[in-house]
């Protein structure tokens, strides 16, 4: 899964990288230094997602990193639903486990951070923004790196990668691709079966939901506040009468529905769809690398802009391993661990750093990585459509069931 590097230079970054990630904390403040000594021996369970190879191997190398560094030996807890590792942290807390506690770090947005915050299972507030690396965290331009949902961070998580929902479509099959919601309902419609999208409440698939509700809702400013019961049906109606339209000409008729991204894209590999999507938009150019799609696969983004927010990592408040966690965060967030996610023949996963502002030796970094021959510039991702409050998952999730029935593979 890995790009092949030449194997002197690939020793000389083995030997290097933990030199440099300490180099990045040559004179950390008193504080930071106290953490540090703590962390060192610490064990960190890490929970986090574990369903991608790459992401996987990622994690693997930053565990690595921060053994070989600071002496924190870092686990990761592969995790299918981060929503069981909030109940696990909610079980502790009822049984007054304040410490002590299985989950140190965990991987996380959206409805579960708003759940951890709601219900008091995170860390005390502010220690992300006193990591040594927030410093280089792009706030003026990536606000969601404070804003999650909606739901204020106050601290209580590290901002780890920007998402942001781009499709992907095979230019040898299809020379234009639709670019509207309206124009996607005529592509399938003189297309059946070409398109699909993961049954709720797969995250992909609650995604495309959510892209859905906010292009056809009338009046946006409902979505940023709570769902609320006795509107969900009037506000939500034009996302289900859009569905509606779409399910018949769907992949398998809307009778069976792709297990995750991942099937979708080896649908698209296949020959199976013309069209599926990621949250990620180096996900094309990184599944080229590695052979798992076509050479000539593109990503395109709906006109008007996708979703896009920022993902992270928080403690819970009975950590372990408080500060080996930190440290394990404060690392994530380093140019050599941001710069070596981006690269999409790893994770291309696009960076919560400030790049023009890095020193010139960090910001070589992101100047040498290769994005990737189906990766949208900036300028051609377009807007970012802000997240709707967390409730809204939940209730999307729960009303799609309702109407299509739990169906799938």
């Not at 690939?10 to 930071?32: E, K, M, R």
């Not at 998580?157 to 670019?179: H, I, N």
């Not at 140019?335 to 502002?357: F, Y």
Request: proline content about 8%; overall charge negative.
């Amino acid at each position: 899964m890995k790009r092949l590097f030449a194997a002197g230079l690939f020793l000389l970054g083995t030997i290097l990288a933990p030199v440099i990630a300490c180099a990045q904390d040559q004179t950390p403040s008193s504080d930071w230094q106290d953490v540090l000594d703590k962390a060192k021996g610490q064990t960190v369970y890490f929970h986090a997602w574990g369903g991608e190879p790459r992401i996987n191997a990622y994690i693997q190398w930053a565990a690595r990193e921060v053994n070989n560094a600071y002496g924190v030996r870092v686990v990761h807890v592969k995790v299918s639903d981060t929503a069981s590792v909030v109940s696990q942290v909610l079980a502790e807390k009822s049984v007054g486990k304040t410490s002590g506690g299985a989950v140190d770090l965990i991987w996380i947005n959206g409805e579960n951070f708003a759940a951890m915050k709601e219900n008091g299972l995170l860390a005390a507030s502010g220690w992300a923004e006193d990591l040594p690396n927030w410093r280089n965290v792009d706030v003026e331009n990536k606000p969601t790196v404070k804003v999650d949902f909606t739901v204020p961070t106050d601290g209580l998580e590290s901002p780890w990668g920007m998402a942001k929902l781009v499709f992907m479509y095979d230019s040898a099959r299809l020379e234009t691709p639709p670019t509207s919601l309206d124009a996607l309902l005529e592509f399938a419609k003189n297309n059946p079966g070409r398109i699909a999208y993961p049954q709720p409440p797969n995250f992909h698939g609650t995604t495309f939901l959510k892209q859905v509700l906010i292009n056809t809702v009338q009046d946006p400013a409902f979505l940023s506040g709570p769902a609320i019961p006795a509107t969900f049906a009037e506000v939500s109606a034009p996302l289900f009468a859009y569905l509606d339209a779409l399910h018949p000409y769907l992949w398998r008729q809307g009778e069976a529905f792709p297990k995750n991204a991942a099937h979708m894209r080896q649908l698209l590999a296949d020959g199976e769809l013309d069209i599926a999507f990621s949250f990620n938009p180096g996900d094309a150019s990184g599944a080229i690398a590695n052979g798992e799609l076509p050479e000539t696969v593109r990503t395109f983004v709906l006109d008007g802009g996708t979703i896009g927010n920022t993902h992270f990592v928080a403690i819970p408040f009975n950590s372990s391993a408080r500060e080996g966690a930190q440290v394990l965060a404060d690392f994530l967030l380093s140019p050599l661990a941001q710069s070596r996610k981006q690269d999409p023949e790893i994770w291309g996963d696009p960076t919560v750093l400030k790049v023009d502002a890095l020193p010139a030796e960090e910001r070589a970094r992101f100047e040498r990585v290769d994005l990737g021959v189906a990766t949208l510039s900036p300028e051609d991702l377009g807007p970012v459509l802000p997240e709707p409050h967390p409730s809204w998952v939940s209730a999307l999730e729960e009303a799609w069931s309702a109407r299509y029935g739990a169906q799938g593979e």
